[in-house]
């Protein structure tokens, strides 16, 4: 009880659950639709998804600070390729907050003379680049994890000779098995890497749909948001399954 308190106090937290709520509804309302009957649930749960999206937009406010002090943050990772992709993935960030401040500006009425549609595209844009530069550097953990795991693996096993009968395609095979096993072992044993890699992968569908390159319906992004909010949920509440930057 004591660490769901703490969950909810943390701007972070209540961000997180409402964003569950929020994709939830999204999906829930793409499965119902097609059903006969459930015209009032559908149109229900797409006003809980439109007012707590609204309601996220307060949680996001302060939210450039905490992109340009993660900025300055990765600026001093040891490693260059997490150093560079981290810097440039939360500089697009703290661009992305900006455009939605705008954007959160134009839809209170403070001004009409933003060009909304304009000021949207270039939010995705930016969250796309963030969310692409984010992967890259979870390739890369991921490339160091395998190689690891497959170091100390050669070090506990002889080499093992290879058969003559084996075929192209039984060697094709196996090395697809060898790497599916050996990516497999290197997310297990780094639980944090998992989450944030899959986080990132499942946020990427809703820029890559509202940009034009790769079209999903809502079921397919309300899921995906849902994986990531709960991926995000685990990391506010156990900061030890975060991510570190090293």
């Not at 595209?121 to 969310?131: D, E, I, N, T």
């Not at 890259?136 to 290879?162: C, F, G, W």
């Amino acid at each position: 009880m004591d660490a769901f308190t703490r969950f909810l106090n943390q701007t972070q937290g209540r961000d997180r659950l409402f964003r569950a709520t929020q994709y939830t509804c999204m999906l829930l309302s793409y499965l119902l639709e097609p059903q006969a009957g459930k015209e009032k649930v559908v149109m229900k749960l797409k006003k809980l998804e439109s007012s707590v999206s609204t309601g996220r937009k307060w949680f996001r406010l302060g939210n450039v600070v905490h992109a340009v002090q993660a900025t300055e943050q990765s600026m001093h990772a040891t490693d260059l390729v997490p150093r560079l992709c981290l810097t440039l993935a939360n500089l697009n960030r703290v661009l992305y907050f900006i455009c939605d401040t705008v954007l959160w500006v134009r839809s209170v009425g403070l001004t009409s003379s933003i060009n909304k549609e304009k000021w949207r595209v270039w939010a995705a844009r930016h969250y796309y680049y963030s969310l692409l530069l984010s992967l890259v550097r979870d390739l890369y953990e991921i490339a160091l994890q395998m190689e690891q795991v497959a170091h100390n693996r050669a070090k506990r096993e002889k080499t093992p000779s290879q058969d003559p009968g084996c075929s192209v395609a039984d060697e094709e095979t196996e090395w697809l098995q060898s790497f599916l096993l050996l990516l497999f072992r290197s997310l297990r044993k780094h639980p944090p890497l998992f989450l944030d890699t899959v986080k990132n992968l499942c946020d990427i569908l809703n820029p890559l749909h509202q940009l034009g390159i790769y079209k999903s319906n809502p079921g397919v992004i309300g899921l995906g948001g849902l994986l990531s909010s709960v991926a995000g949920i685990i990391t506010v509440a156990y900061p030890h399954m975060k991510l570190k930057t090293h």
